[in-house]
């Protein structure tokens, strides 16, 4: 998966793109993870080869790193959702998958962290589906 990938925050005052290939893609279930996305997991492309080019809005960036461990989030400081960053001393990009715009061939590698797995998370398949907000 090598090219040019490009991706915005929710509001689109961030605009980016990543020119590489991810060499892994984690859905990570990690207690951090689900508080901070607010979900089950976190789904994260990940490159130590890759380049991270800001094409607008790096004055919204805020990175937030939690003490005392490895865990790390970009977001836009005007909607919150989470972009890209550089991670490890800038030795890893790290793309949240859901701020890509362009679509991705590469799927998940492996879960993460799946002892702290959210009890609900089992049989999702099982349930019912709708293509948009049902009526």
């Known amino acids: 998966m090598s090219g040019k990938y490009l991706g915005s925050c929710l509001c689109g005052k961030i605009k ?12 990570c279930h990690c207690k951090y993870c689900q508080k901070d996305t607010g979900s089950a997991h976190a789904a994260n492309l990940f490159s130590s080869t890759s380049r991270l ?8 960036v805020k990175k937030f790193n939690l003490p ?20 490890s001393e800038g030795k890893l990009v790290v793309v949240p998958a859901g701020c ?6 590469v799927k998940p590698t492996a879960h ?3 002892a702290s797995k959210a009890n609900w998370e089992d049989n999702l398949s099982d349930i019912q589906a709708f293509d948009r907000f049902p009526n």
């Open 100 to 105: 890509l715009d362009v679509p991705i061939e």
């Open 68 to 87: 005392g461990t490895r865990h790390s989030k970009s977001f836009c400081t005007n909607c919150g959702s989470a972009v890209a960053s550089n991670q």
């Open 53 to 60: 080019n800001w094409l607008s809005g790096i004055e919204f």
């Open 16 to 27: 980016f793109e990543v020119e590489g290939t991810f060499e892994s893609f984690f859905l």
């Open 112 to 114: 993460l962290f799946v």
